[in-house]
């Protein structure tokens, strides 16, 4: 039982990144699904969400309208779309899933599988 995300890499301010959890031994599609991030010297913070009731997305502020968690069902595969990518998104991301309420989206406790984390640096 286990998520492994992938994608990460450098790029420069303005460019894009897809990275994708792949999970292995349960099914995403029983989970709320989320991405999570750590800057250096930062703590994790939530930055994406979507929700097994409804596939409701939720969005941070430093993130919304550049960012997008969508899911592939076929693939049991959780996907997070990041676009404009600024200096200050440079950190880990993790994927997490779990079964939060509403009001616990956020809550990185909350959530039962990690993934390992894949590092993103934007930098010219």
């Known amino acids: 039982v286990q998520l492994q995300a992938s994608g990460g890499g450098s790029v420069q301010p303005g460019g894009s990144l897809r990275l994708a959890c792949a999970a292995s031994g349960f099914s995403l599609s029983s989970y709320t699904v989320a991405w999570f991030r750590q800057a250096p010297g930062k703590e994790r913070e939530g930055i994406a969400v979507r929700r097994l009731s409804g596939g409701t997305t939720y969005y941070s502020e430093s993130v919304k309208g550049r960012f997008t968690i969508s899911r592939d069902i076929a693939k049991n595969t959780a996907y997070l779309q990041m676009n404009r990518l600024e200096a200050d998104d440079t950190a880990v991301y993790y994927c997490?899933?779990?079964?939060?309420?509403?009001?616990?989206?956020?809550?990185?406790?909350?959530?039962?599988?990690w993934g390992q984390g894949t590092e993103v640096t934007v930098s010219s």
């Open positions: 997490a899933a779990g079964s939060p309420i509403l009001s616990a989206i956020w809550n990185s406790q909350i959530y039962r599988f």
